[in-house]
């Protein structure tokens, strides 16, 4: 089974936004789905997070290290993404 990217066909809030019909894609209206870096900037800005919490005086440099490496290879990996899908929980550890 393919397993897409955090930041692929991600289902979420977009008032007004011009595109967003509650006839296209079956979808309603001030919601609809998003791809790209702005769709997982969030996931991982929150793996950051926990990842620093869990390891108290660590360095900007030794958490991105950890979220990079402990990330779910997935298909795709290495070409369409560097890393692979977070793993937040890996990332605490």
Known sequence: MDVAAPGV????????HPFVLATQNN???GYDVGNGSSMS???VAGAAAL???SHPGATNTAVR???ETTADKVSGTGTYWAYGRVNANNAVK
């Open 51 to 53: 990842a620093w919490s």
């Open 27 to 29: 979808r309603s209206q």
């Open 9 to 16: 066909n991600v289902y979420s809030t977009f008032p007004n």
């Open 65 to 67: 290290a950890d979220v």
């Open 41 to 43: 900037s969030a996931i």
